[in-house]
């Protein structure tokens, strides 16, 4: 179906360094895999997905490891805008004509699912991550009006969902200081946070669970065996009962003809100089994240130190464009001209996996031995998170939440 033959980890070798990274203290996992293991399971990739499914296994008492190939927190996980939404990429009455009511409304509850498991983490664990509350999608046509009316008209109708907000041409000035826009459709059961802070969070637990990770420890093949799995990394091997692959954007060519089912895209971000409180609030009135209703999206937010985070631009092709810093900030300087009296400090890029019908891709190959999750098509903030939770009753022996996907 979908085909990128490139090593989606050649993308950062040679790139600055992002505003996520700079924001976060270093983990400090220094080792690498240096000896061969023999675990229960097995989990590939250090990002959301891999890092929650190793952390709800071990609560259910397996022994884990996870290997991640670079850094935790290395690919989208740490790359994305920051954005906390409840709901799948496509709206529900979209899925409702595509899957039927009982189908889409199981799909709605897991949305909704997904915020408040990244909220009982941020809770419990007390992830200092900067989360805020609310997320707007502004309308960049005259007429997205129509379909925001429509949208919060049918989920209070059919879903009791109260959470939307609509402002019209005149009130919109409240909320944003930009020209560019018709109506905004407010969600205040979205929310906005830094992802790799919340990501750090995460994994200092499993580091208090006493689960082996590994940074620096690509995977180069998985083999199945009568009793389990073989994992093979380029100096040892690890013997599994189970292996989670939880690589999304960046799986390349591990798990073969699976690699088709989705197809990576190549985002952009800027973040510029930090602006006064003050200045940050006469163009986004409420410290609300955004988002357009374009084809190819620009969302944008604050950061925890009043830089504007303006993500925009999307590639399709194996390589990243080579000026991004350029082609996002004059994106940005068409919505908010005043920014171009503000450096930028940061720009960097990300890979994610967006499938056909833009909901996730979850299954299992060699016998149910191996289990993926991938292709949250751009909500992978909370849905990532839910997956981990997903895997972990998948694989102690309750498959139907799983399997929905």
């Given at each position: 179906?979908?085909?990128?033959?490139?090593?989606?980890?050649?993308?950062?070798?040679?790139?600055?360094?992002?505003?996520?990274?700079?924001?976060?203290?270093?983990?400090?996992?220094?080792?690498?895999?240096?000896?061969?293991?023999?675990?229960?399971?097995c989990v590939i990739g250090g990002g959301l997905t891999g890092v929650t499914s190793a952390f709800n296994l071990s609560k259910k008492g397996f022994n884990v490891v996870l290997l991640e190939a670079?850094?935790?927190?290395?690919?989208?996980?740490?790359?994305?805008?920051?954005?906390?939404?409840?709901?799948?990429?496509?709206?529900?009455?979209?899925?409702?004509?595509?899957?039927?009511?009982?189908?889409?409304?199981?799909l709605w509850k897991l949305g909704l699912e997904a915020v408040e498991e990244a909220k009982n983490y941020i809770s419990k664990y007390k992830i200092d991550c900067a989360i805020k509350k609310g997320?707007?999608?502004?309308?960049?046509?005259?007429?997205?009006?129509?379909?925001?009316?429509?949208?919060?008209?049918?989920?209070?109708?059919?879903?009791?969902?109260?959470?939307?907000?609509?402002?019209?041409?005149?009130?919109?000035?409240?909320?944003?200081?930009?020209?560019?826009?018709?109506?905004?459709?407010?969600?205040?059961?979205?929310?906005?946070?830094?992802?790799?802070?919340?990501?750090?969070?995460?994994?200092?637990?499993?580091?208090?669970?006493?689960?082996?990770?590994?940074?620096?420890?690509?995977?180069?093949?998985?083999?199945?065996?009568?009793?389990?799995?073989?994992?093979?990394?380029?100096?040892?091997?690890?013997?599994?009962?189970?292996?989670?692959?939880?690589?999304?954007?960046?799986?390349?060519?591990?798990?073969?003809?699976?690699?088709?089912?989705?197809?990576?895209?190549?985002?952009?971000?800027?973040?510029?100089?930090?602006?006064?409180?003050?200045?940050?609030?006469?163009?986004?009135?409420?410290?609300?994240?955004?988002?357009?209703?374009?084809?190819?999206?620009?969302?944008?937010?604050?950061?925890?130190?009043?830089?504007?985070?303006?993500?925009?631009?999307?590639?399709?092709?194996?390589?990243?464009?080579?000026?991004?810093?350029?082609?996002?900030?004059?994106?940005?300087?068409?919505?908010?001209?005043?920014?171009?009296?503000?450096?930028?400090?940061?720009?960097?890029?990300?890979?994610?996996?967006?499938?056909?019908?833009?909901?996730?891709?979850?299954?299992?190959?060699?016998?149910?031995?191996?289990?993926?999750?991938?292709?949250?098509?751009?909500?992978?903030?909370?849905?990532?998170?839910?997956?981990?939770?997903?895997?972990?009753?998948?694989?102690?022996?309750?498959?139907?939440?799983?399997?929905?996907?």
């Open positions: 179906m979908f085909n990128n033959k490139k090593n989606t980890f050649e993308q950062h070798d040679n790139e600055s360094i992002s505003y996520y990274r700079y924001s976060v203290r270093d983990l400090n996992i220094t080792n690498h895999i240096n000896k061969d293991l023999d675990v229960d399971v670079r850094k935790i927190g290395w690919g989208a996980s740490g790359r994305n805008g920051g954005q906390l939404s409840n709901g799948m990429r496509k709206n529900q009455i979209f899925l409702e004509k595509k899957l039927g009511m009982n189908h889409a409304k199981e997320v707007m999608q502004v309308g960049y046509y005259p007429n997205d009006f129509i379909d925001f009316l429509k949208e919060i008209e049918h989920m209070e109708k059919y879903y009791n969902f109260n959470d939307y907000e609509y402002f019209d041409l005149k009130t919109i000035k409240d909320q944003i200081n930009s020209k560019k826009y018709f109506s905004n459709l407010l969600n205040n059961n979205a929310y906005h946070l830094n992802p790799l802070k919340y990501l750090y969070g995460i994994t200092k637990e499993l580091f208090n669970l006493n689960v082996a990770v590994y940074e620096n420890s690509p995977v180069t093949t998985i083999k199945e065996t009568g009793d389990g799995v073989n994992i093979i990394t380029r100096e040892f091997n690890v013997k599994s009962k189970y292996v989670v692959v939880a690589c999304n954007g960046y799986l390349d060519n591990l798990l073969g003809k699976i690699r088709n089912k989705f197809m990576p895209i190549n985002n952009y971000i800027i973040a510029t100089e930090p602006l006064s409180e003050k200045k940050a609030k006469e163009l986004i009135h409420n410290n609300y994240a955004v988002c357009d209703t374009r084809f190819i999206i620009d969302y944008y937010r604050f950061s925890e130190d009043w830089r504007m985070l303006f993500g925009g631009s999307e590639t399709y092709t194996s390589t990243f464009v080579k000026n991004p810093k350029k082609i996002v900030s004059n994106r940005m300087y068409k919505i908010f001209p005043d920014l171009k009296n503000y450096k930028i400090d940061f720009y960097w890029g990300g890979s994610l996996a967006i499938t056909v019908n833009r909901l996730p891709h979850f299954g299992t190959i060699m016998n149910g031995k191996v289990l993926y999750a991938q292709g949250y098509s751009g909500h992978g903030l909370g849905l990532s998170t839910l997956a981990g939770k997903l895997i972990a009753e998948k694989i102690s022996g309750f498959p139907d939440r799983f399997n929905f996907f």
